[in-house]
């Protein structure tokens, strides 16, 4: 893909930051992996490996999932998206080498292939309040897309996908087309006065969207209710892959522990820092961040703490400070919640 940036004109991460926050960053969607699912029996059986509701999508639709195994432990994560004759799974490019062959093994006396077509698409991100007037202005009507829908359209006579991405704080959509369109498109969109964004402004906001990261945030180890995803997961679809422990957590109440963020006040620890309360342990911190905000910078932390401690309000620290539990997302001064766009009418 061609750069995202005129001679003279790169920013810093952190003008980047506020850029995602107040205006429209683009950034090129390099390590995100897409599976393409055929066969008669795709819808049935899909739905029997993923934890939310495949056989309801309609063309266009999709929907975030884990892929368990027996013991209900996460392997992967996907967002799911239906095609009149197929259905698409995009995770990231560093699942694909290991949820692959978890999704080929149960492929048993079933209609279905599995298709790497990674290397046919390019992507790329435009996220921010302005994006979706960004994206008007070089000819892609976004508006009356509802989050999680991919709708196929044609830009320049180029045939491209838009989807709005989930979006908990600002707008978030994604673009796939050919390499060559992504670069045409990329270069229109720097006219339109969109600002190229790197890897740490986009680290950033996911920290501040709360948004876990599979790999870093859950683990394979994890529980999906430990997750705090109630996005991920549907009760009433029927029978899948690590259903049974999945419901009898339901059913018994609760996880111990839960997904939550942190507000940090002191030295700024490294991901992993173990939480304490009252001398014991009580959690852990898996991302960490000192996010150079436009009102003032704000150290944040995602991870896991132990319900009572949380539900109690004591005190958590960690070594070198205090980590308070706050709300996700975290709201910068001034910035408000991303529009929902409404179905057309």
Known sequence: MASL??????TSSATQLATLLRGTGISPLDNTGWLRITGSDRVRWLNGMATNSIQQLKPGEGNYNFFLNAQGRIQGDATIFAEPDALLLETSQTQLPTLTPLLDRFIIMDDVELA?????????????????????????????????????????????????????????????????????????????????????????????????????DIRDRDLPQETAQARALHFNKGCYLGQEIVERIRSRGNVHRTFTAFQLEGELPAAGAALEAEGKPVGELTSVAAIPLPEGSVQLGLGYIRREALERGIGISYPGGIASPIATPYRASGLSAPNTPQAAS
């Not at 940036?5 to 790169?10: C, R, S």
Request: include cysteine.
């Open 116 to 216: 790497d077509v990674t290397s046919s698409r390019a992507g790329i991100a435009v996220t921010g309040p302005e994006a979706s007037a960004t994206l008007e202005k070089v000819g892609l009507l976004v508006a009356r897309l509802q989050e999680l829908e991919m709708q196929a359209t044609t830009w320049n006579s180029a045939e491209v996908s838009v989807m709005h991405a989930y979006s908990p704080l600002v707008p978030h959509f994604e673009i796939w087309a050919s390499a060559e369109t992504i670069e045409n498109l990329t270069q229109a969109l720097l006219a339109a006065g969109a600002v190229p964004c790197d890897a740490q402004s986009r680290e950033w906001l996911r920290i501040l969207e709360g948004t876990p990261l599979y790999g870093t």
């Open 5 to 10: 940036t005129h001679p003279g004109t790169e």
